[in-house]
């Protein structure tokens, strides 16, 4: 079973500063890996999939990086709409289909 | 614009079976992969089954033996059903679609608590 361990768990900063979340997986899932956020109260929404693809309607001030184990979520100027949590999600090889248990980010 | 929206009971009794259907509006059910996923208040994400909308299934092996997923074309609905529910079972029932990935979801309905009670 592929482990997905994402850091920091919660990230404090302040808007209009970059923001850079971690996804680390514990064998290579190669560019099958999803980013998603989620709102409290609401349902998660797609990011980036394929690694670094963003999903429709998504802003550009939202990327990603990374393949085989290492995966980074950049947010590049935070504006007040983009504090939540960010889950990663591996889709390579599964079942069991895993998502990292999420990293927070919050105002600083 | 594309909207899901689940739809069933909030409240299952214990040993009992949870029903949920999720609407489709603004579009077409065919074409895409049609998934069941679920959120445990203050937890993260589980991913229960999806549903082509040929009506092939893959449910999740942990909960295989007790889900049953089903899907309507001519309603432009799919149902999830859950048995032999337990207070484990709690939490908010998300659909959601998918077309990149069979489990890269691109859409998703707003969600609905179901609570399990003794």
């Known amino acids: 079973e592929i482990v997905m361990t994402q850091s920091p768990a919660t990230l404090s900063v302040s808007p209009g500063e970059r923001a850079t979340l971690s996804c680390r997986a514990s064998?290579?899932?190669?560019?099958?890996l999803a980013w998603y956020q989620q709102k409290p109260g609401q349902a998660p929404r797609l990011l980036i999939y394929?690694?670094?693809t963003r999903a429709t309607g998504i802003p550009a001030r939202f990327s990603g990086s990374g393949s085989g184990t290492e995966f980074t979520l950049t947010i590049s100027s935070l504006q007040s709409e983009d504090f939540a949590i960010y889950y990663c999600?591996?889709?390579?090889?599964?079942?069991?289909?895993?998502f990292g248990g999420g990293t927070k980010v919050e105002i600083k | 614009q594309v909207q899901l929206q689940e739809s069933g009971p909030g409240l299952v009794k214990s040993s009992e079976t949870l029903s949920l259907t999720c609407t489709v509006s603004?579009?077409?059910?065919?074409?895409?992969?049609w998934s069941w996923i679920r959120q445990p208040p203050g937890k993260g994400l589980e991913w229960i089954g999806y549903i082509f909308y040929s009506g092939s299934t893959n449910y999740n092996p942990s909960l295989k033996s007790r889900v049953t997923m089903s899907i309507d074309t001519s309603k432009n609905h799919f149902s999830l059903r859950l048995t032999s529910v337990t207070a484990a079972d709690t939490a908010v029932y998300y659909c959601?679609?998918?077309?990149?990935?069979?489990?890269?979801?691109?859409?998703w309905g707003q969600g609905t608590l179901v609570t399990v009670s003794s």
């Open positions: 064998q290579s899932v190669s560019s099958n």
């Open positions: 603004g579009g077409s059910i065919s074409t895409y992969y």
């Open positions: 394929g690694a670094s």
């Open positions: 999600q591996q889709y390579n090889n599964w079942p069991p289909l895993i």
């Open positions: 959601a679609r998918a077309w990149i990935d069979p489990v890269v979801w691109d859409l």
